[in-house]
Structures are given as structure tokens and as C-alpha cells.
């Protein structure tokens, strides 16, 4: 009997076993925390910490700790007002 890591399928059997196929995209689901980031766990914001704005963007810092991202030069207080405004609403 040969070992259960010979041969193309079963290297890569995982894949289809989680539902991740060549032909068929993953779902994924937006988490969001009770109470923001007040209640993160501390490793989650230490890995938060280390995502670094893509080119031309910046990083706002949110008053309840959770960090947008946005156009380079953009007005921070306008941000975080837009957004609370939009949370309120919803």
C-alpha cells in the first residue's frame, strides 16, 4: 500500500475537503466584534498592527481602536464622522 502523501490527490486533498477548489472561490464572511475593538483579543491587535496602508493610503485611527484605511491626505475627523454616522444609522 503506498503512503497517503503519494500522489497529486492526496497532497493536496485538504483543499477539497475545506471547500477550496480550482473551480470554486471560498466564501468568506466579514467578523465583527461586539463593542469594536474594545473587546479584541490582545494577539488579534498585535496582527492589526502589523498590516501596513497600501500605497497611497493612510491609516485613521478610530476612538474605539479600530484602524481604516484611506486616501493619503484625507481628513481624519471627516472619516471617523462619516463612519460614525453610518454605524448610528444601521
Known sequence: ???PWDGHQHAFGWRVEF???A???PQLATVALIHGAETEPPA???LRNLVRPP???MAVQLDDGRRVFASV???ADAIKLHLATRENAS
Open 19 to 21: 471547500g477550496l477548489t
Open 1 to 3: 500500500m503506498p503512503p
Open 55 to 57: 500605497d497611497g493610503m
Open 44 to 46: 488579534l491587535t498585535d
Open 73 to 75: 491626505g484625507s481628513n
Open 23 to 25: 473551480r470554486k472561490a
